[in-house]
């Protein structure tokens, strides 16, 4: 049986670290973070939508805040659902 509070609890922190890290690898290497997600989308081509504003940090922590906060409420959820799920 899973702590579903735990498990978001963690999941959130991974995924607020991963915010951070990627929000301070847009200022400091942006070409480096565009090629990895270029990777990532083989067939697509992102140049088009490729920004030459950094984000202010008011923009940054809205999206510190919202992803963080969907990851809790996702994995939570997951948790719980999976808890109900091992108990039948």
Known sequence: MLNAKA???????VMAVWVLACALLSFLAPDLLFTVAQSWMHTINLESVKTTLNPNLGFL????????????????????????????
């Open 61 to 88: 922590l809205w999206g510190l805040i919202t992803a963080t906060g969907l990851t809790w409420l996702t994995t939570y959820s997951f948790a719980k659902l999976y808890n109900r799920f091992t108990k039948k």
């Open 7 to 13: 498990f978001a609890n963690a999941a959130a922190t």
